[in-house]
């Protein structure tokens, strides 16, 4: 039965929308969404490069996703204006993979499923390297709880309390690379940054604690994955923006569910 292509496009769906819906809380919540924008537009630079000296697409995007993480982290601690600086890396890391995979051979057939995803290619290596990460990401997530979400709502609580609030930082920026370099042949590039924000964005305003909302943000997510490959299914329209469609869509409603309750 997972020979068929569609049970292992469901199964990728549904493994990324967890892994992006639980890391997308804290997006969410600590306002880092043009942070994993520019850390998701590298992963075509990732991809460029891994093509252009023949290594796995997985490992270069999770290399130069880490890298441009880092480097964003780095120059925040600097007290730059992040607002331009991510403007600008992010802008520069998609110009740049963009041109250099124009460079290899046979590549740009292949842009387009880096770009907006190609799940229904996603073979059973592919879904033990996304089930694997999501897996990795949600120990991690219960080994340091609360710390993470100490140092997120309150940075000095967190320092007062023997928790550094920068090495929970760089936790989220390896774990972001990571769901990143998961999601690329997925949903791709462009749209993994909606798969980490609407999720967590649509359960916000119907939970009542974090671990309701990381709860919610997951069931969005799976619904989101589900309903998205049933509407490519039905209209013919590629997966993966059908999946980010059906998330905007869950998001509306709850909009309006929200405001009918006031």
Not at 169 to 191: N, W
Not at 198 to 211: D, G, L, M, S
Request: glycine letters at 10%.
């Amino acid at each position: 039965m997972l020979d068929d292509f569609l049970i292992r496009a469901t199964l990728a769906g549904v493994g990324v929308g967890l892994g992006a819906s639980l890391l997308g809380c804290f997006v969410v919540w600590r306002r880092m969404a043009y942070f994993g924008d520019a850390t998701a537009h590298a992963a075509i630079l990732g991809v460029a490069l891994s093509l252009g000296f023949a290594l796995p697409v997985p490992g270069g995007v999770l290399v130069v996703a880490l890298i441009m993480a880092l480097t964003i982290t780095a120059l925040s601690r600097r007290g730059q204006a992040m607002d331009t600086v991510l403007g600008v890396l992010a802008h520069a890391a998609l110009a740049f993979g963009l041109m250099a995979v124009a460079f290899l051979p046979g590549a740009r057939l292949n842009l387009e499923s880096y770009l907006f995803g190609d799940i229904l290619s996603v073979s059973k290596s592919d879904l033990a390297l996304v089930w694997g990460g999501t897996a990795l990401l949600t120990v991690w997530l219960a080994w340091r709880w609360q710390a993470l979400l100490t140092a997120t709502l309150n940075p000095d609580l967190a320092a007062a309390s023997g928790i550094d609030p920068e090495r929970e930082q760089l936790g989220l920026t390896l774990a972001l690379a990571l769901v990143v370099a998961l999601s690329i042949k997925v949903v791709g590039a462009l749209l993994i940054t909606a798969l980490l924000i609407i999720p967590a964005a649509a359960a916000r305003p119907f939970a009542r604690t974090p671990e309701a909302m990381l709860g919610l943000a997951a069931l969005v997510a799976v619904i989101s994955a589900l309903g998205g490959l049933r509407l490519a299914w039905v209209l013919d329209t590629p997966a993966g923006p059908s999946i980010v469609t059906c998330a905007v869509m869950l998001f509306a409603l709850g909009q309006i569910a929200a405001r009918l309750r006031r």
